[in-house]
């Protein structure tokens, strides 16, 4: 069995790979390229700024450059998130005169060094305002696939909570104002999926995250530089790659979001990030899908076990019902019958076995 599932995973791996290069081959792709070009890439200490601020942001960018840029508003009371712009300025400062010929001091007929005025430009940053795209409204940005999947899934609740007894951190839904489908949150050990998605989306967000906190798990007391987990690109194709095969497996189409999410976190169509962790993708995958099916296994003995049980209860509740309904309407039960019956019987002998005999008979 478990080398049938690891043939499966594998695949289905290839399956994902071919869809991504398919995908990347699409006008629709080179569309997306276009317009992710024009947002502006930001160093680490501001990706960190707004991942404090704001951990599910995904776009980012200034206000004029939404409205102008990308013809979208942002929307009345969004609270802006802070981020440092590099703001360098200007002094003038004395210092000795260098020939640029021998490269040493200028001297003068006294023997001073000759002082000249220069500039020195001084690096400092200032406080600037950006939004995410969450915040934002106007013109559709570009996209290389549905920004949700529909559709009902069946056994759904014996499902998602197979899948959700996998998890190592507990599992609830929220209202996600930022427009994520889902978060691990590091601080708190948890995992949220946005309320109001279809059976689909839910499965899938819930697998996706499980997989962060499987792999991607970190103790916020070690310092960043003893930190060793792999870049956000990375993180988000490992994850988003197990869930589309888990749900292939069973029977669960994700494809026209998985393989644009997957694309849109690659960082070229060499698909680096998808090839080097596909070890990591189908070892979990595998993993994963072992886990449900003991757990559904288990969820179905359970259920029909108290099936048997509620069964059992209907039976002894009517049993009640039909006996306090009898005392209602004052008519005997049947052993009650019987007692009486045997009532009769008993006085009958006694009555016979005391009786005189007979004149005749004697």
Same mark, same amino acid.
């Given at each position: 069995?478990?080398?049938?599932?690891?043939?499966?995973?594998?695949?289905?791996?290839?399956?994902?790979?071919?869809?991504?290069?398919?995908?990347?081959?699409?006008?629709?792709?080179?569309?997306?390229?276009?317009?992710?070009?024009?947002?502006?890439?930001?160093?680490?200490?501001?990706?960190?700024?707004?991942?404090?601020?704001?951990?599910?942001?995904?776009?980012?960018?200034?206000?004029?450059?939404?409205?102008?840029?990308?013809?979208?508003?942002?929307?009345?009371?969004?609270?802006?998130?802070?981020?440092?712009?590099?703001?360098?300025?200007?002094?003038?400062?004395?210092?000795?005169?260098?020939?640029?010929?021998?490269?040493?001091?200028?001297?003068?007929?006294?023997?001073?060094?000759?002082?000249?005025?220069?500039?020195?430009?001084?690096?400092?940053?200032?406080?600037?305002?950006?939004?995410?795209?969450?915040?934002?409204?106007?013109?559709?940005?570009?996209?290389?696939?549905?920004?949700?999947?529909?559709?009902?899934?069946?056994?759904?609740?014996?499902?998602?909570?197979?899948?959700?007894?996998?998890?190592?951190?507990?599992?609830?839904?929220?209202?996600?104002?930022?427009?994520?489908?889902?978060?691990?949150?590091?601080? #708190?050990?948890?995992? !949220?999926?946005?309320? =109001?998605? +279809?059976?689909?989306?839910? *499965?899938?967000? &819930?697998?996706?995250?499980?997989?962060?906190?499987?792999?991607?798990?970190?103790?916020?007391?070690?310092?960043?530089?003893?930190?060793?987990?792999?870049?956000?690109?990375?993180?988000?194709?490992?994850?988003?790659?197990?869930?589309?095969?888990?749900?292939?497996?069973?029977?669960?189409?994700?494809? #026209?979001?998985?393989? !644009?999410?997957?694309? =849109?976190? +690659?960082?070229?169509?060499? *698909?680096?990030? &998808?090839?080097?962790?596909?070890?990591?993708?189908?070892?979990?995958?595998?993993?994963?899908?072992?886990?449900?099916?003991?757990?559904?296994?288990?969820?179905?003995?359970?259920?029909?076990?108290?099936?048997?049980?509620?069964?059992?209860?209907?039976?002894?509740?009517?049993?009640?019902?039909?006996?306090?309904?009898?005392?209602?309407?004052?008519?005997?039960?049947?052993?009650?019958?019987?007692?009486?019956?045997?009532?009769?019987?008993?006085?009958?002998?006694?009555?016979?076995?005391?009786?005189?005999?007979?004149?005749?008979?004697?």
């Amino acid at each position: 069995m478990e080398n049938v599932i690891n043939k499966q995973v594998k695949e289905l791996t290839d399956k994902l790979e071919k869809g991504i290069k398919d995908l990347f081959e699409s006008d629709r792709y080179k569309e997306y390229l276009k317009t992710m070009s024009k947002f502006h890439n930001y160093s680490f200490n501001n990706v960190l700024l707004i991942a404090m601020q704001r951990p599910d942001a995904s776009l980012i960018a200034g206000y004029n450059a939404w409205k102008n840029g990308h013809q979208r508003q942002v929307r009345k009371g969004e609270k802006a998130i802070k981020i440092l712009a590099p703001a360098p300025y200007v002094i003038k400062i004395a210092q000795d005169k260098i020939d640029p010929v021998t490269q040493k001091k200028v001297f003068d007929k006294n023997g001073k060094p000759v002082q000249e005025e220069v500039e020195v430009k001084k690096l400092a940053f200032k406080i600037v305002n950006v939004f995410d795209v969450s915040q934002t409204e106007g013109k559709e940005i570009p996209a290389i696939g549905v920004s949700e999947l529909q559709g009902n899934v069946k056994q759904y609740q014996t499902l998602f909570e197979a899948v959700k007894k996998v998890s190592p951190v507990p599992v609830g839904f929220e209202q996600i104002s930022t427009g994520a489908k889902g978060y691990y949150h590091l601080a #708190d050990k948890r995992i !949220a999926i946005n309320e =109001g998605m +279809s059976e689909l989306h839910n *499965l899938k967000t &819930l697998i996706h995250e499980i997989t962060h906190a499987k792999l991607h798990d970190i103790d916020l007391n070690i310092p960043k530089d003893q930190i060793n987990r792999p870049d956000r690109k990375t993180r988000e194709v490992q994850a988003e790659s197990v869930a589309y095969v888990v749900c292939q497996h069973y029977g669960l189409d994700t494809s #026209d979001y998985s393989f !644009a999410y997957v694309a =849109g976190w +690659s960082s070229s169509q060499q *698909l680096g990030e &998808l090839k080097e962790s596909l070890d990591t993708i189908r070892i979990t995958a595998s993993g994963i899908i072992k886990e449900i099916d003991q757990n559904m296994e288990e969820l179905q003995k359970n259920q029909t076990k108290e099936n048997r049980e509620s069964g059992n209860s209907h039976q002894i509740k009517d049993d009640t019902c039909n006996f306090l309904s009898e005392r209602k309407s004052n008519k005997p039960s049947v052993i009650a019958k019987l007692h009486q019956k045997q009532d009769n019987i008993n006085k009958t002998s006694t009555f016979e076995k005391n009786a005189p005999m007979k004149e005749a008979e004697r």
